[in-house]
């Protein structure tokens, strides 16, 4: 049987939370604006620095258009994977026979919406200039210079960035 702590909860929620803004593009205030919560608060807690309470948890949820238990739920491992710049990785993939190498440049406020790959396929994007929003369909994670994220390319997968443009170096496999 899995042991779960508070500290598990407080990462689940402080990585769903924010998983779930940004798939919607809201701002802090955005989302502040929507549940009546300060935007201190919300960014206590997308920082894993606040314990809200079950009120709060449920105004989150009601907003976002989600159940609470999606706000606590673990991600499945090694579904997607998010390595932060300054985190220091040797190697993040192999490459397969039928993988691909590119340099993607965007545009300031592009959203690209992508097809899926083959069955089985996985993207890695790291970030080479700006910040973008990448990963599969409304499930995207916000990246910074030198972050990395590897999900599933055989879904719908999406790219977009706000007021700046980026460039990402995106490798799929399979």
């Keep these: 049987m899995t042991q779960h702590t508070a500290a598990d909860a407080r990462d689940a929620l402080a990585r769903n939370l924010r998983r779930l803004r940004v798939a919607r593009r809201w701002s802090l205030g955005d989302l502040?604006?929507?549940?009546?919560?300060?935007?201190?608060?919300?960014?206590?807690?997308?920082?894993?620095?606040?314990?809200?309470?079950?009120?709060?948890?449920?105004?989150?949820?009601?907003?976002?258009?989600?159940?609470?238990?999606?706000?606590?739920?673990?991600?499945?491992?090694?579904?997607?994977?998010?390595?932060?710049?300054?985190?220091?990785?040797?190697?993040l993939a192999r490459l397969g026979e039928r993988g691909a190498i590119q340099r993607l440049s965007f545009e300031p406020s592009t959203a690209t919406e992508c097809e899926p790959r083959a069955a089985g396929s996985r993207a890695h994007v790291v970030v080479m200039r700006g910040t973008v929003v990448a990963g599969p369909s409304g499930r995207p994670v916000e990246l910074a210079r030198g972050d990395y994220l590897s999900f599933p390319a055989d879904g719908p997968h999406e790219f977009s960035t706000a007021g700046r443009g980026a460039e990402v170096v995106l490798v799929v496999e399979g």
């Design 32 to 91: 502040a604006a929507a549940t009546g919560t300060g935007k201190a608060t919300l960014s206590a807690i997308e920082n894993t620095r606040a314990n809200p309470t079950v009120e709060t948890l449920a105004s989150l949820a009601r907003a976002l258009e989600v159940e609470v238990a999606a706000l606590l739920e673990g991600t499945p491992a090694d579904e997607v994977r998010l390595v932060r710049a300054g985190e220091g990785v040797e190697r």
